[in-house]
Each structure stands twice: as C-alpha cells, then as structure tokens.
T-cell receptor, first 113, second 116 residues
Framework: AQSVTQLDSQVPVFEEAPVELRCNYS??????LFWYVQYPNQGLQLLLK??????LVKGINGFEAEFNKSQTSFHLRKPSVHISDTAEYFC???????????FGAGTRLTVKP | GAVVSQHPSWVICKSGTSVKIECRSL??????MFWYRQFPKQSLMLMAT?????????EQGVEKDKFLINHASLTLSTLTVTSAHPEDSSFYIC????????????FGPGTRLTVT
C-alpha cells in the first residue's frame, strides 16, 4: 500500500519569508498527490493536487508544489508566508484506481511576525 | 462545488453508550466513502472503507464490531461507535471520492466525539 512521509513535524518561519514543506511518498504504482491545510478544530481544506500532466501544480493561497517522480517527492512551497498561513499541513497520496487516501503525519507551520 | 456533510459536528456521550455519526454527499453519489480518525495533534488514520450495498472494509487494527459502518444509500454512510470508552474520544472525518470527470475527494467537516 502507499505511504507518505512528511520530514518536518514543525516549521517555524518569519512572516514574508519563503517556506518549503517536504513530502515523500512510497508506492509501487502511479499515484495522485495532495496537500491539505487544517486550521484548529476544523476539517481539511484542499490546497492543491497532482493528478497528471505538468509536474508544477499551483494551488490556493499562493501555494505551489512540484511532483518529482524520480525522487518520489511532492514538496509544498510558498514564496512569502503570512501570519494567517499558520496551520497544520498534510500531504496525502492515493493510488490511481484505488481511492483510499493515506496521510502523512503533518507539518505544523508557524509564521512569526 | 461538491460538499460532504457530517452530523453531528460534535457530541458528548457517557462511557458505555453508542453514538452514530452520519456522512452525506450533498450533490453527488458516492458508492464509496472513507472514515478517518484523528487524535489531537496527530494525522488522519484511515479506519475503514464504506461500500454502498456491501460490507465495509476495515483497516488492520480497527475493531469492526466496535465501529459499525452502514452505507445504506448512494449519499449516506453512518459510523456507529458502540459501547464507547474515553479512549474513543477523537475527531472523526469522512470523505467521498467523486469519480465523474476529474478525480476529486471531498472531506466532511468532521465530528468531535468526547466520551466521558
């Protein structure tokens, strides 16, 4: 089955600085990849997804991610973060033709003023 | 856009009682739905796959007799936590994939269960 590793449990960063949240996956077949954001006591909000095509995916709130098949990675980036980006971020993988989704452990992004 | 709802959004129950959580796809049909559990400050863990018209598929380590899943229609799946105990207190989230057109998986807002 597929699995996801988020390499950083916590990422502190100053406001307006760039940020990268790392995600690596493991699967023996083709996959779909996702990044979700979760604010305290709320559900998941989809930031972006990779299904096929261009490996650079742009999402909401200025986030983007790049699918790298050779490195089995799907890192999330934002060139300039805001205080409001403080939240938990989850990387998720779903194998093509198998709809169940597996989540990474999450990365807590804290943006400081 | 497609929406998945959950009811209730939060529930408090006494130890030993049962609690039912509903997951509905509001504007699309879902032959499959997924149930996740999220403990505080942890990730979502897949509990089971709910299949319309057939038995649910449980992940290893999840007690099927404790977490009863019923997928009675193409828009409704229910999770019943039977004989709840404080360690069952968690955030339960359902999701439903929409397979028509571009693949998308929609998540419900979650249900906070507290067992006292």
């Amino acid at each position: 089955a597929q699995s996801v590793t988020q390499l950083d449990s916590q990422v502190p960063v100053f406001e307006e600085a760039p940020v990268e949240l790392r995600c690596n996956y493991s699967s023996s077949v083709s996959v779909y990849l996702f990044w979700y954001v979760q604010y305290p006591n709320q559900g998941l909000q989809l930031l972006l997804k990779y299904l096929s095509g261009s490996t650079l995916v742009k999402g909401i709130n200025g986030f983007e991610a790049e699918f790298n098949k050779s490195q089995t990675s799907f890192h999330l980036r934002k060139p300039s973060v805001h205080i409001s980006d403080t939240a938990e971020y989850f990387c998720a993988v779903s194998e093509v033709n198998n709809n169940d989704m597996r989540f990474g452990a999450g990365t807590r992004l804290t943006v400081k003023p | 856009g497609a929406v998945v709802s959950q009811h209730p959004s939060w529930v408090i129950c006494k130890s030993g009682t049962s609690v039912k959580i509903e997951c509905r796809s509001l504007d699309f049909q879902a032959t499959t739905m997924f149930w996740y559990r999220q403990f505080p400050k942890q990730s979502l863990m897949l509990m089971a796959t709910s299949n319309e018209g057939s038995k649910a598929t449980y992940e290893q380590g999840v007690e099927k007799d404790k977490f009863l899943i019923n997928h009675a229609s193409l828009t409704l799946s229910t999770l019943t936590v039977t004989s709840a105990h404080p360690e069952d207190s968690s955030f339960y989230i359902c999701s439903a994939p929409r397979l028509a057109g571009v693949y998308e998986q929609y998540f419900g807002p979650g249900t906070r269960l507290t067992v006292t």
